[in-house]
């Protein structure tokens, strides 16, 4: 009796929730941004800065503390041109039935070359933007040697939990299953049980132990929609200064390459579709979509300076 009215609720809460859809994500040239206001623009649609803008004069000694990329390997996608703010819980004869069937679900796997070569794209990406804003970035190196940071404990990669699967809210791109998560090249990632509260106090210490004035976390999520390559939204960059509040940047939509980076796809029953990359071309489209993130970051992340310039490369 109990379940079945916790499944006359959770239908009457779906038929609430499943109409209410997210905003589609969609492609940024980089020809766009040549149009300095239209880029103002779309830095505050895609980007939210809390709590206020950093200075725009350099800060000088900067250092990288953590470089993180999140490879998102299965996800439900809903065949609608905006995704539904929360997916079916497999709880109804109809929604299993449907899941079984395999339709929506995507999967792909990541080499990992693939995923070093990536990292190293978004972490390079990264550095060229702040240089753009008069932001000289080092290697975190003295950073990363201190007391304080090295008592972190640190981690080589991790595996999203079963708990994953029962993921019912989606992002603008579907609901993710399944992930992994790893540093970038001449990066650290932070385990998971040092990088919640403590970690902005203990790189403060390790700031004012190496004389460092500001340190970057960054924390980028990538994946696959409608076959393109996607840095999703929920990407974030953290930044924790010596004498002040940490500010943080969260990507609220996600950017799509142009065009596929599947070599080919194969739809199995219950699994979905399994795509196999074309690993130069994903390369590529991670490059454009970092460079665009990083333009639009950076501007709503330090104040206007008269004597920043931005250069996009082709």
């Known amino acids: ?6 499944r006359v609720v959770v239908s009457v809460c779906l038929v609430v929730v499943l109409p209410a859809c997210r905003s589609a994500p969609r492609h940024v040239t980089l020809s766009t941004l040549e149009d300095a206001d239209q880029a103002e623009r779309l830095a505050d649609e895609y980007w939210s800065i809390t709590p206020e803008p950093l200075a725009a004069a350099s800060a000088g000694n900067s250092h990288l503390g953590a470089y993180t990329v999140v490879f998102i390997t299965a996800k439900k996608e809903m065949p609608f041109e905006s995704q539904p703010v929360a997916g079916m819980p497999p709880i109804t004869p109809f929604a299993i039935g449907l899941e079984l069937t395999g339709l ?18 978004l972490r390079d990406a990264f550095t060229t933007a702040l240089t753009t804003r008069d932001r000289s970035l080092g290697d975190g190196a003295s950073l990363l040697e201190t007391a304080a940071l090295r008592e972190l404990r640190t981690t080589n990669g991790t595996q999203t939990s079963v708990v994953q699967l029962a993921n019912f809210l989606s992002s603008d791109t579907g609901q993710v299953r399944a992930a992994h998560a790893r540093p970038a090249p001449g990066s650290r990632m932070i385990a998971a049980a040092d990088a919640g509260e403590k970690l902005a106090p203990t790189i403060q210490l390790a700031l004012g132990e ?7 976390i960054v924390r980028m999520r990538l994946g696959l929609y409608r ?10 960059v953290e930044v924790v200064t010596a004498d002040g509040p940490t500010r943080e940047a969260r990507l609220l939509r996600s950017l799509v390459s142009e065009r596929s980076v599947v070599a080919s796809s194969k739809f199995k029953p219950v699994t979905g579709d399994r795509y196999v990359l074309d690993d130069d071309a994903f390369e590529q489209a991670v490059d454009r979509l970092a460079q665009v993130a990083f333009d639009l970051l950076t501007r709503q992340l330090f104040e206007p300076s008269a004597t920043s310039t931005v250069s996009i490369a082709r």
Do not use: C, H, I, P
Request: charged fraction near 25%.
């Open 104 to 121: 929506g679900q995507k999967r792909v796997a990541f080499d990992a070359d693939l995923e070093d070569r990536v990292g190293a794209t």
């Open 1 to 6: 009796m109990l379940k079945s009215m916790l």
């Open 227 to 236: 076959s393109r390559a996607v840095l999703e939204s929920g990407s974030f």
């Open 210 to 216: 190496s004389g460092a004035s500001e340190a970057y």
